[in-house]
Nanobody, 119 residues
């Protein structure tokens, strides 16, 4: 059973930085992608940054975070990171790690970690 464990959320002043981590375990298939989504109060869950390929360093970012957030992963490809710089109050949300299985598509989700950009 796939498990995603997130860490690194917290409270940060506007302009500050945070780094989120997500470690995946229990993966029994070869092709998958990982990334980050977020959900602010009263809003739908939205894509933040994802890898779009299992083996190629291909990424996709939400327009609102381009130039401020960077997604990366370890060499094994089962831990992803989200470096968030120049945080804004609008970035306040619960951030969810996602693992998307490519054959027989299915999405796995972490438990979520709160990020709050506030004075």
């Amino acid at each position: 059973q796939v498990q995603l464990v997130e860490s690194g959320g917290g409270l940060v002043q506007p302009g500050g930085s945070l780094r989120l981590s997500c470690a995946a375990s229990g993966i029994s298939f070869r092709l998958y992608t990982m990334g980050w989504y977020r959900q602010a109060p009263g809003k739908q869950r939205e894509l933040v940054a994802v890898f779009t390929s299992t083996f190629v360093q291909s990424t996709k970012y939400a327009d609102s975070v381009k130039g401020r957030f960077t997604i990366s992963r370890d060499s094994a490809g089962n831990t992803v990171f989200l470096q968030m710089n120049s945080l804004e109050p609008e970035d306040t949300a619960v951030y969810y790690c996602n693992l998307h299985r490519i054959p027989a598509p299915f999405d796995y989700w972490g438990q979520g970690t709160q990020v709050t950009g506030s004075l």
